[in-house]
């Protein structure tokens, strides 16, 4: 079993930026893939980005592709999440991800096997 907690939600104002952290704890971090998704109010949660077990892999949707970045860290069982250029479509709760199954990057959200509990992202115009 995993345990994920993410971190470093908040308000910002259009234009910025926040990093968004999950700390994995359980089974082995450095056997899976990780992802990140998010769900705006109303909407289905979808794909934001995944990296792959080792980091040597990482994949963004394109409407986030030259301002996110994913991460991770194996060492210190994180994974990252870095917005850039935030607009206000980006508005939405963001979820981190683990994949027990697959190393490789994931993009569905049935790929994923356990999910952290959220972090609000607001960005204001």
């Known amino acids: 079993q995993v345990q994920l907690v993410e971190s470093g939600g908040g308000l910002v104002q259009a234009g910025g930026s926040l990093r968004l952290s999950c700390a994995a704890s359980g089974r082995t971090f450095s056997t899976y893939a990780m992802g990140w998704f998010r769900q705006a109010a109303g909407k289905e949660r979808e794909f934001v980005a995944s990296?792959?077990?080792?980091?040597?892999?990482?994949y963004v949707v394109e409407s986030v592709l030259g301002r996110f970045t994913v991460s991770r860290d194996n060492a210190k069982n994180m994974v990252y999440l870095q917005m850039n250029s935030l607009k206000p479509e980006d508005t939405a709760v963001y979820y981190c991800?683990?994949?027990?199954?697959?190393?490789?990057?994931?993009?569905?959200?049935?790929?994923?096997?356990?999910w952290g509990q959220g972090t609000q992202v607001t960005v204001s115009s």
């Open positions: 990296i792959s077990w080792n980091g040597g892999s990482a």
């Open positions: 991800a683990a994949s027990l199954t697959f190393r490789a990057t994931k993009r569905f959200v049935h790929e994923y096997d356990y």
